[in-house]
């Protein structure tokens, strides 16, 4: 059986064509047994009926009903109707409409029992189907509040098949067309458009020539090939967005056998050259650019608009786009892996595309989030100061970054920065006021209950991005004293995590909502370095900012090894390490100064901070150490 690919809600689904008619098969939509897709629609449903003014939810019996009731449980609905097919022996006095369905052979009636008409009567009612094709179920349920004496709020669908996408008085998630035998879309809609829009420019048979004819071959295959991207322009023909989808042309004379040149050049602009190409400068917003020398890359990018990437340079012809799901109403992430069929240094260039006749705005609201998943062997990484609602940023590292300067200088949207293995770069924040979290680890490593490498964040309250401590570290450091850390005016940073840092030196006395402070290094550096152990360590903690008794901050200190007393059948002198069984790389034995130890145990508490000591072995073996500072 032929299928037709649906995205809706975020999910995929095959939709199998079934026969209505000899000259009409639909796609068929079932959420009968599926619970992840009944959920999934039911919320983004809610999404669009969030500026409804209405009461009561109402539907008709039976496709519709696993959704209508799951809008209600999300919604804290307390009762919601359904129109039933057939008079029920628990029904007062049933009122009744006729009803005639696309997938329904005969004619039948809807039924609503006298104790629920009662509840509909002046009250605002939201009518709610899966699927609005002809429309006739729909004014059966509208036909039936009324006679109940209700007002008719809203109508809204999950699918709006056919003709009916074309309707202003329905909301619904996705399109979803009809077809012809064969599986191809069905022409009737198409040519009703030509007839409304376009018969005056251009005669039927030339547009078929010109538009049609060359992609109705191919628009089923292309639904089925494993390569095909499903936000793509060719999810439908081209014929089909201009049944559908973009706005009337306008021509500057009569073209009676061709297409008009400004035709041309707007199709071109929707869909580039040969259906991908790149769009024109004044219609694409810079973002992000980056260097890329590897055969691949991978990041994921979390906007509110659509968006593209030129693979190689300004005016790259390869090129992606990025659009959001049909009505969406909320952020989206597209998850981006591009490997290159030649190894050569590229310029990446992330962007933001306007629509049609759109101003270039002089900032961008598009990007909220962007995670650099593959950075190893990226350079030059500019983050636009154009981006206004980038939030957050994670930049992972490796062997092959080459460190550079990153100046977020008043980045003041800015919340989440995560630069991890970035090595001898400069980091400068400045001026950044809403910045809560900085770190140099992939998240912002907390105790927890695990000790395995964590995959999801741990909801810990009011942070977001809270990790279990790892069992490793970082295999590579991030920030040295030869690039260096630099943090200015940044009065609402709450959490640092600096996770393996070849830092030696680090203030935290202008941090003055600072509540969390994650620390770790190598040997000879921030946490353990100096003469005698710990005296960098202990010059550092010295400048955290003193707190109110009720809100006490935390500091973990990571790598130390020691033992606080002897045994009683020791005598305190020191002894070797003893060898634990820990993964490989580890964090470093740090041994630390007893003196040292103790005046942090001692300083911090009187400053309201907690101190968390943790060796970051599997299992904490420590050293036995002496007052000497050299065991």
Request: glycine share 8%.
């Amino acid at each position: 059986m032929a299928t037709y690919p649906m995205h809706v809600a975020g999910l995929d689904r095959d939709l199998p064509i079934c026969k209505v008619t000899d000259d009409l098969y639909i796609g068929a939509f079932i959420m009968f047994g599926d619970a992840e897709l009944t959920v999934c629609c039911a919320q983004e449903l809610l999404k669009l009926a969030a500026g409804i003014d209405y009461d009561y939810l109402f539907t008709a019996e039976a496709k519709s009903i696993p959704l209508i009731y799951e809008m209600a449980r999300q919604s804290g609905a307390k009762k919601y109707f359904i129109a039933r097919k057939g008079p029920k022996v628990y029904m007062p006095d049933p009122i009744s409409v006729d009803d005639k369905s696309i997938t329904t052979v005969a004619e039948q009636k809807l039924f609503l029992g006298s104790d629920d008409a009662a509840l509909i009567r002046g009250k605002k009612v939201l009518l709610v189907d899966d699927v609005i094709s002809t429309g006739g179920s729909l004014k059966a349920m509208e036909a039936l509040v009324e006679k109940a004496g209700g007002t008719v709020a809203g109508r809204m669908a999950v699918l709006a098949e056919g003709g009916a996408a074309e309707r202003k008085d329905i909301l619904f998630l996705e399109k979803l067309p009809v077809f012809n035998a064969d599986g191809s879309v069905n022409e009737t809609a198409i040519r009703e458009y030509w007839e409304n829009e376009l018969a005056n420019y251009i005669a039927w048979d030339e547009l078929k020539k010109i538009v049609l004819d060359p992609l109705e071959d191919q628009a089923f295959f292309i639904h089925k090939t494993e390569y095909y991207d499903q936000w793509s322009v060719m999810n439908w023909p081209f014929y089909e967005m201009i049944a559908r989808n973009i706005p009337p042309i306008e021509f500057d004379e009569d073209y009676i056998t061709e297409l008009s040149e400004n035709d041309k050049s707007f199709a071109q602009f929707l869909y580039g050259e040969s259906f991908g190409g790149t769009p024109p400068d004044n219609l694409f917003v810079p973002l992000i650019e980056f260097e890329c020398t590897g055969s691949s890359t991978r990041f994921s990018v979390t906007t509110t608009k659509n968006l593209g990437v030129r693979w190689d340079g300004e005016v790259s012809k390869e090129y992606t786009a990025y659009d959001l799901p049909d009505y969406t109403t909320s952020e989206h992430t597209f998850m981006i892996n591009k490997t290159f069929d030649e190894t050569k240094t590229r310029k990446i260039v992330i962007g933001e595309v306007l629509d049609y006749g759109e101003a270039k705005p002089d900032y961008s609201y598009a990007l909220t989030r962007f995670d650099f998943k593959g950075a190893n062997n990226a350079g030059a990484i500019d983050i636009k100061p154009v981006n206004h609602a980038l939030s957050y940023i994670r930049i992972i590292g490796g062997s092959d970054f080459i460190s550079r300067e990153f100046n977020f200088t008043g980045y003041e949207y800015l919340k989440e920065l995560y630069l991890v293995r970035i090595g001898d770069s400069k980091v400068i924040l400045d001026n950044c006021s809403n910045l809560e979290t900085f770190a140099t680890s992939k998240g912002i490593w907390k105790p927890g209950e695990s000790y395995s490498e964590p995959t999801d964040p741990i909801d810990i309250g009011d942070y977001e991005s809270v990790f279990a401590w790892p069992d490793y570290p970082e295999s590579l450091y991030s920030l040295s004293d030869t690039g260096g850390l630099t943090i200015l005016n940044c009065n609402n940073l709450k959490q640092i995590s600096l996770e393996n840092t070849q830092l030696k030196n680090f203030n935290f006395g202008d941090l003055p909502a600072l509540e969390y402070v994650y620390l770790s290094s190598f040997s000879g550096y921030i946490v353990g370095g100096s003469d005698p152990y710990g005296k960098l360590l202990l010059d550092a903690v010295n400048t955290l900012p003193a707190k109110e008794a009720a809100a006490k901050g935390s500091i973990v200190l990571r790598g130390i090894a020691f033992r606080l007393y002897p045994s009683e059948n020791e005598t305190g002198n020191a002894i070797g390490p003893i060898t634990p069984v820990r993964p490989n790389p580890v964090y470093d034995q740090i041994p630390i100064d007893r003196v040292i130890y103790n005046t942090i145990n001692q300083n911090l508490p009187a400053k309201n901070w907690n101190v968390v000591w943790e060796s970051g072995f599997y299992h904490p073996i420590i050293y036995l150490n002496s007052t000497n500072h050299n065991n």
